[in-house]
């Protein structure tokens, strides 16, 4: 698999000087399986410029995986040149709701007043599917979703093709639910069904200890919790990901240089996405 | 890659840290009606703590405490609350006796309800319960 990240911001895009080298886009991955078919995760701003990348490419299909429908994970989803072409064939993938499906969830954004256009006039009449209980496959790769801790119905995604493994889970509040993190039996922290031993995990660092201290159950990491998350699902490689809007490129990093230091030996294993951001996993 | 652990559905998760946190004594199952946790302050009423507790199916929760109704009958798994949420999915509320690890028989006002992560996803159920004196009162 060939990953290029496209945005990492997370909650608000957050262009200009103080963020051009970690980028300002929210959340958005370009995956390339095996047989060059493209996944898509999340549909956050990063997905406009992926999707004027793509021009001129004629893939036979496409599929979208969304972790959950706030704002910075579906706002480039109107803007993703391929839905606007009537002959693609693109599929969505994300949670529904207890009372409503995926489709009739994007819906009320993708639709006036929010949206000129209603859903239903998309040329491209994108195909919807809750993500099911099980495994499923996309093209050569399997894909796992299980819900995690984040406020809504919220899944991180597990992929695997070819005997690699990618884990994507963005938006992630793993300490909430349990008393020490770092000494919690795996099996009742959010997330480690989908994180377990994979090559690469792209996963929520949003906030400092100190911003996380005043945000407790609002769905994210601290620079602690998602290191410590990291080690205790015994992943490979750990990209942080979703920075908060208002984190300049030296604030990231000086919170990459600390999260090295928890990491501790092999410490470039441990790295900040920024968009532009090529990961063969 | 090394063995993935069992993971535990996220309601279940919040479900027992909630637990975790209240002064209320609760009890929580997973599907099968095997107990996965009760906090600190179900302990003095049950007289016994989690940590002695150990692996209990739903047939040996629901007989280890001798539960009866307020007549002295011995109630079935199919009658007391938690097990209506287990076995019929449906919350229940219930006043019963119990007799507690500490040999002492309790009277207890019980509510229980079951957990849907999904409309047609069951993964547990709890059980919410107050001690009363003789007079019913909590």
């Keep these: ?281 | 890659m090394p063995e993935s652990p069992r993971t535990r559905s996220l309601v279940l998760i919040l479900a027992k840290d909630l637990a975790s946190r209240l002064a209320t004594p609760v009890f929580v199952v997973d599907h099968e009606g095997m107990l996965l946790y009760f906090n600190e302050a179900a302990e003095p009423v049950l007289g016994r703590s989690y940590a002695e507790a150990g692996d209990l199916g739903a047939e040996e929760w629901a007989t280890m405490f001798e539960p009866r109704d307020l007549d002295g009958n011995l109630l079935p798994l199919q009658d007391i609350p938690l097990g209506i949420a287990l076995l019929k999915h449906k919350p229940a509320h219930r006043t019963l006796t119990i007799r507690a690890g500490d040999g002492v028989r309790r009277r207890l006002a019980i509510t229980a309800f079951p957990l849907f992560a999904h409309r047609d996803e069951f993964v547990g159920a709890v059980a919410v319960f107050w001690e009363q004196d003789r007079e019913g009162r909590g």
């Excluded at chain 1, 979208?64 to 993703?80: A, K, R, S, V, Y």
């Excluded at chain 1, 007043?113 to 859903?119: E, G, S």
């Excluded at chain 1, 093209?139 to 992929?159: E, L, Q, S, W, Y």
């Design chain 1, 1 to 281: 698999m060939r990953v290029t990240v496209w945005g990492c911001r997370g909650s608000l895009a957050s262009p200009g000087p103080e963020t051009v080298r970690y980028g300002g886009n929210t959340s958005c991955l370009e995956i390339r399986l095996s047989d060059d078919s493209l996944v898509v995760l999340d549909a956050g701003t990063g997905i406009r410029p992926l999707g004027v990348a793509l021009a001129g490419e004629h893939l036979p299909r496409i599929d979208i995986l969304l972790t959950h429908l706030h704002i910075d994970h579906l706002e480039g989803l109107g803007f993703f040149g391929p839905l606007w072409d009537p002959n693609a064939e693109i599929h969505v993938w994300g949670p529904a709701s207890p009372t409503r499906s995926l489709e009739e969830r994007i819906g009320m954004y993708l639709s006036p007043p929010l949206f000129p256009i209603h859903l239903r006039e998309i040329p491209s009449h994108p195909i919807f599917h809750d993500v099911p209980p099980d495994e499923w496959r996309v093209g050569p790769a399997t894909v796992k979703a299980d819900f995690i801790n984040h406020p809504g119905p919220t899944v991180g995604f597990r992929v695997l093709d070819e005997d690699r493994t990618l884990a994507y889970i963005p938006d992630h509040e793993p300490a909430l639910g349990v008393d020490d993190l770092a000494t919690a039996s795996p099996e009742w922290v959010s997330g480690t069904g989908v994180a377990w031993g994979v090559d690469v995990l792209f996963h929520d660092a949003q906030y400092t200890q100190d911003e996380y201290d005043v945000r407790v159950g609002w769905g994210h990491s601290s620079t602690e919790h998602a290191v410590t998350f990291a080690r205790l699902a015994k992943v490979r490689r750990y990209v942080m990901f979703h920075h908060d809007p208002q984190h300049s490129d030296e604030q990231l990093d000086r919170i990459l240089a600390y999260a090295r230091e928890l990491w501790g030996e092999d410490g470039d294993s441990i790295e900040m996405a920024h968009e532009g951001l090529r990961v063969e996993v």
